[in-house]
């Protein structure tokens, strides 16, 4: 693997445009697109492993991991082990093949792939109404969410989608370039206030995985924190990622990023409470409540569909194994909840999900979490009636 492919030379500059702080004015800017040259060469029409629509070589490559018998669980797909599948068979596209599989064959999340399935068609006829749940969406999102609303970051289409379902909705306005402990800090001061509500599904995109993720660690425990009933991670840089360490550890790159955040007015302390490694904020096993049920929505990339906004970053991390081109997928992984693949998407999810399938998501964690909403519900009264 090259360790620095030209692409990458102004990689402080390209950082200031890459997902979670992503920036329309740069000049160096790529756009979030793929070339389809390569796959109008093969067929892709293929369903199989719940891709409806699966190209041939991509199926190839599936198929290999599903015979390949090193790695059995996802538990095995550590970083040291994807690194090693990509440096033996030198493609990071196989030992990406090999994650999916295996996230297939966990039952919960194969479980989990068959009651989309199902509940994506219902949602086309029938859209039930929770607005009698008392539930609550909130949105913790991205980085550059209000300079850069088209980004989507701010999560606008999933609270319209969540408000469709009768559930309250709200933006929780973190700091943008705030550091991981700041923006978790106003995460758990928001959770504390909404006594009013009797169940709160945190959706999370990119760096505010990372926020709600160090906020579980602040307040997981507390009294409060029982309201908060699913968090829906779509993208969550879990772990930080090693491009913040490239940057700040080189210095030119270090010194090109810290003036652009200078000018910009924008946090330099938020950007290094990304990295990545042993030593980095984001760097330990969560322990998430049992209240609380994660869906975790990953993008898993092949090379011929990585976006060129992604690419630079995607080659770069490729030598530590496969990534999204933010994060390596061993990072993203976490333990404990529901693990759904996007198939095809890096970190900017350009490939489309269906709207039903969004609201899928959600109501998977209401239906399946409502004895605890109820639970909540039961309890608010009897605090009510004791105060009165």
Same mark, same amino acid.
């Given at each position: ?153 701010? $999560?606008?289409?999933?609270?319209? %989608?969540?408000? +469709?379902?009768? =559930?309250?909705? *709200?933006? /929780?306005? #973190?700091?943008?370039? &705030? ?96 990295? $990545?490694?042993?030593?980095?904020? %984001?760097?330990? +096993?969560?322990? =998430?409540?049992? *209240?609380? /049920?994660? #869906?975790?929505?990953? &993008? ?89």
């Amino acid at each position: 693997m090259n360790r620095r492919p030209e692409q990458f030379r102004r990689l402080a500059v390209l950082a200031l445009c890459f997902g979670f702080i992503a920036l329309p004015a740069c000049h160096v800017d790529r756009a979030a697109e793929v070339s389809d040259s390569e796959s109008r060469q093969v067929r892709c029409d293929i369903e199989k492993y719940y891709v409806t629509n699966l190209c041939e070589d991509e199926l190839a490559y599936l198929d290999w991991a599903a015979a390949y018998e090193e790695y059995p669980r996802m538990e095995d797909l550590t970083q040291e082990n994807l690194q090693k599948v990509t440096r033996e068979f030198q493609d990071a596209d196989r030992a990406a093949a090999l994650f999916y599989q295996r996230s297939l064959l966990v039952p919960e999340n194969r479980r989990f792939y068959e009651y989309l399935d199902r509940r994506e068609a219902e949602l086309l006829e029938n859209v039930p109404d929770y607005s009698n749940a008392n539930v609550l969406l909130l949105m913790v999102p991205g980085m550059f969410y209000a300079d850069n609303p088209e980004i989507g970051a701010d $999560g606008a289409v999933l609270r319209r %989608l969540a408000n +469709e379902l009768g =559930l309250q909705s *709200h933006l /929780l306005e #973190i700091e943008q370039t &705030g550091t991981v402990e700041r923006n978790a800090e106003i995460i758990c001061d928001y959770i504390h206030e909404r006594d009013d509500v009797d169940g709160i599904i945190v959706a999370s995109v990119s760096k505010g995985g990372g926020d709600f993720k160090k906020a579980v660690q602040m307040c997981g425990e507390q009294p409060d924190f029982d309201r908060v009933i699913g968090w829906y991670n779509i993208g969550g840089i879990n772990r930080g990622s090693l491009l913040v360490n490239e940057i700040d550890g080189h210095w030119q790159y270090r010194w090109e990023a810290k003036y652009y955040f200078c000018l910009s007015g924008y946090n330099y302390d938020g950007f290094l409470s990304m990295r $990545g490694g042993p030593e980095a904020p %984001l760097n330990y +096993e969560m322990d =998430l409540p049992d *209240h609380v /049920l994660l #869906i975790n929505v990953v &993008g898993v990339p092949t090379y011929r569909f990585v976006t060129e906004r992604a690419k630079p970053f995607y080659l770069h991390l490729s030598q530590f194994g496969p990534n999204d081109g933010i994060s390596l997928l061993s990072d993203v992984y976490i333990p404990g909840g529901i693990t759904w693949v996007s198939w095809r998407n890096d970190h900017y999810f350009i490939w489309p999900i269906s709207e039903q399938k969004m609201q899928a998501f959600m109501t998977y964690i209401v239906e399946q979490q409502m004895p605890v909403v109820r639970r909540n519900a039961a309890r608010r009264l009897a605090a009510s009636a004791g105060a009165g």
